[in-house]
């Protein structure tokens, strides 16, 4: 996987950060976990132990306040979708993206193909042996509280993300 690097801001469009310290300064001093990190990966089925191992070690590496059940999930989170990617986009997007974003007090998780389709989590076929993997990220982003949307990337592509809530951690 190739990593792009740490971008500027996690926080979602329209978001407030946390008041500041003292007047003098313009925005709040981020945590030390905070920051968003993009990887690529061909889309390929090997991409998806790579995507779901980058993440884990990203969230280790830079001390993401993530217990073992909101890590996990996000894991499992990642691993659907990137398979979906995989099964589904291949053919129009042989690269895919993970991108991860971290705040004071959520994570975010995404995966970007090039491919318009946009895929909803359709109600179970218990005589289905697969297609269920939107719906488990909806159940495991709705347990945790948080929220998970699809939508279209400027270059015709798709974003699937889902954001879940960090406990508050107080940084001395």
């Given at each position: 996987m190739d990593d792009q690097g740490r971008g500027p801001d996690p926080r979602p469009a329209g978001t407030e950060?946390?008041?500041c310290e003292s007047a003098a300064e313009a925005e709040p001093r981020p945590l030390p976990y905070e920051g968003v990190?993009?990887?690529t990966a061909s889309a390929?089925?090997?991409s998806v132990p790579q995507a779901r191992h980058a993440v884990r070690d990203l969230l280790y590496r830079q001390g993401v306040p993530v217990g073992d059940d909101l890590a996990q999930g996000l894991l499992l989170i990642v691993s659907e979708l990137v398979t979906n990617a995989v099964r589904h986009a291949a053919v129009l997007s042989p690269v895919l993206a993970v991108e991860v974003a971290v705040g004071a007090e959520w994570v975010r998780v995404s995966v970007e193909d090039n491919?318009?389709?946009r895929p909803t989590?359709?109600?179970a076929d218990h005589a289905r042996t697969g297609g269920r993997g939107l719906l488990l990220v909806r159940e495991i982003t709705r347990e945790?509280?948080?929220v998970c949307d699809v939508e279209h990337t400027s270059g015709g592509g798709k974003v699937i993300w889902a954001a879940l809530p960090l406990k508050p951690v107080r940084v001395s």
């Open positions: 950060g946390e008041p990190w993009r990887f390929v089925d090997a491919h318009p389709y989590a359709l109600e945790a509280g948080g």
